[in-house]
């Protein structure tokens, strides 16, 4: 595709990195200013919120990045959420990843910016004004913070692993807690050597590219949580997956990211074990598919 070539992706990384800046400075001023919680909505729960700042930020990426590049599609959560991630070149924005954050003020809330082809990203744009702290990767080519290369810990062994997973606010249903406690229980007691809780898919994507963190995982995210994260941590020599160890799908809305294959590995054996797939089904049951996949590794 001709449009895609290197010259052009580093031209759309350009313009990426620059709404970025600008939008991760409107951040900055609302931190100053203190009233983000002034203009909280709920969405699905009083768990999953939305500021005026979300959507300013939003407005303002998706201006720039249509400018840029008017023919390509764009998936963003606030006003194109509803829009199907295709084949086709796509935007795949999240204007505040970590709202709950943004709104208490603190540091780990980003703005996340991708670009999917064939629905598998090719560039990615991380920033977080609060660390200032840009990430960037194009496919190929390796990924950077503020410039300077990074890559993951290459940690092989989920006992020397730190992990990072989130309680989601998507759902606090009781066999949701069951079973994100489970994992809980069954990681510390294999033992791992930490587990943390972030609050931000891309921050914490961003931590394990760089080797802050060892691995990250979650269920119940969307493209525009992981997109930009997926091309920046592959990049930086670490693997997103499937929660169930098997190949990601940016719009399963789940994701395993780790250092290495082989800690992928390990800790996919605790994610099956607990079928740690999804949050919306009602008996929270593995597929067939997926139950003998279990039974073949554990």
Known sequence: MADLDESNLRRYLDEAVSAAHEAGNLMLECFARNDAHTSVEEKASNADL???????VEELVLTRLRACAPDFGVVAEETASKEELTDAPT???????GTTNFIHRQAECCVLIGLA?????VLGVCFIP???ELYTAIKGHGAFCNGRR???????????????????SYSRGPKVLERILGVNHDLLAHPVRAIRSGGSAG????????????AYFEVGIYPWDVCAGQIIVEEAGGVCLDTMGGKFDLSSRRVMVASSSE?????????????????????????????DLKRRKT
């Open 50 to 56: 939305v500021t005026k700042y979300d959507r300013q």
């Open 91 to 97: 935007w795949v924005v999240d204007p505040i990843d």
């Open 117 to 121: 082809v064939r629905k598998r990203a």
């Open 130 to 132: 609060k660390m200032d």
């Open 150 to 168: 990074i890559a993951s810990s290459g940690c092989k062994d989920l006992t020397k692993a730190m992990v990072n997973l989130h309680f989601p």
């Open 203 to 214: 921050v914490d994507m961003m931590h394990v590219a760089r080797g802050r963190l060892d």
């Open 263 to 291: 800690l992928a590995s390990q800790l996919a054996v605790h994610l099956r074990r607990r079928c740690y797939d999804t949050l919306d089904a009602e008996n929270y049951q593995c597929s067939k598919e997926e139950a």
